[in-house]
């Protein structure tokens, strides 16, 4: 099979990560910019963070073969200090003009507070005046459906941004209908525990339809699998599916929506 | 979506379910026989497990442990999720 990881943490990763990989199948994968697992002490942090997922990543993907995207941002859980957030997302643009950058992501909620919300706007204005794809984190657990509703409210609301260069993360049976009826692409994480197995993956599929969905491992240095997205397409084969429409779900759906931007070329 | 070759989900799923049960089971009897029954963590999976006998179970489940409440919160007390709305009544 040939796939798309379209979202992995990697700077987490280890080369045998990579060579997992490819060896499934994975011919590019996309890195959003994420919380480090403690806060950054100044933008400065987030200037070394930005070189990493635009020079260093890729070359260390390049080594094995493997295409490698970014996305950037500030994440929502290092949004609740404005002022570094303001900070952060003025170096962004100058990193826009990178050859692998593929748009701002992943942005979106983690608590649902006010700042974080303040914090949004700011990345959708950056992406609106740039004309640049979204990558949208919603909240964990408890807080997602709330959170995925305030989240696609606010962007749907505002007339620059296409709905259909968005894409809404970690989806689940009681947020993907509200993604989908507004216009927007839904990607379905697949954790061990806190999101997605591939068996509900692959049910919502069946209930919410195929056409505007992906799935990704979003594997980092937590509990994660980084050869989850090979796997749920095993778990299609077992349910009965063929090797086309397993080709749409992990390789056509994602080229497509990364196709929108100029920088995403996959061989 | 649907599979070409339409397979018996209760062959593929059954016994994965089963365990998966059976930890449910043994989980709660650990709780209990440890006595932190109070917890509102227990209390919220206590109830969600009404929301078996519903129709589209895993959306209901997933409603029941979540916060339904609509508005932004002053600010962020912590980056971490905890599986259950604790200000659940």
């Known amino acids: 099979m040939r796939y798309i990881e379209p979202h992995a943490h990697m700077v987490s990763r280890t080369t045998d990560d990579y060579m997992a990989m490819v060896t499934a199948g994975c011919k590019a994968v996309c890195e959003p910019a994420f919380w480090a697992g403690f806060d950054r002490s100044s933008a400065h942090g987030f200037y070394d963070y930005f070189c990493q997922l635009t020079d260093y990543e890729p070359k260390r993907a390049a080594k094995f073969g493997l295409p490698h995207f970014s996305w950037l941002c500030i994440n929502p859980k290092e949004s609740e200090d404005v002022k570094l957030a303001d900070e952060v997302i003025a170096l962004i643009p100058e990193f826009l003009k990178r050859d692998n950058v593929l748009g701002i992501g992943e942005i979106g909620l983690n608590k649902n507070s006010r700042n974080e919300m303040t914090v949004l706007e700011k990345h959708v204005n950056v992406a609106a005046e740039n004309d640049q794809l979204i990558l949208v984190h919603t909240p964990h657990l408890e807080d997602k459906r709330k959170g995925t509703q305030l989240i696609v409210d606010l962007i749907k609301s505002d007339s620059r941004i296409d709905p259909g260069k968005v894409l809404i993360d970690h989806v689940e049976e009681h947020t993907a209908k509200y993604v989908m009826d507004a216009g927007f692409w839904g990607g379905l994480t697949l954790y061990p525990e806190s999101k997605c197995t591939s068996a509900r993956a692959i049910d919502i599929l069946e209930n919410f339809g195929s056409e505007r969905l992906w799935m990704n491992s979003a594997c980092d240095w937590g509990v994660s699998v980084p050869l989850a997205v090979p796997y749920a397409a095993h778990e299609m084969r077992r349910r009965g599916y063929d090797d086309d429409a397993i080709d749409q779900v992990f390789y056509r759906n994602p080229v497509k929506f990364l196709s929108q931007c100029p920088n995403f070329t996959v061989r | ?89």
């Open chain 2, 1 to 89: 979506m649907k599979p070409k070759e339409k397979q018996n989900t209760v062959e593929l799923y059954y016994m994965e379910a089963r365990a998966k049960l059976i930890d449910i089971a043994a989980f709660m009897d650990r709780v209990e026989r440890d006595g932190f029954t109070d917890d509102f963590r227990y209390k919220a999976f206590k109830d969600a497990l009404r929301e078996l006998d519903s129709e589209n179970r895993a959306q209901a489940v997933l409603l029941s442990l979540s916060d339904p409440t609509e508005e932004l919160i002053p600010f962020a007390t912590t980056k971490a999720a905890c599986g259950a709305w604790p200000d659940k009544p």
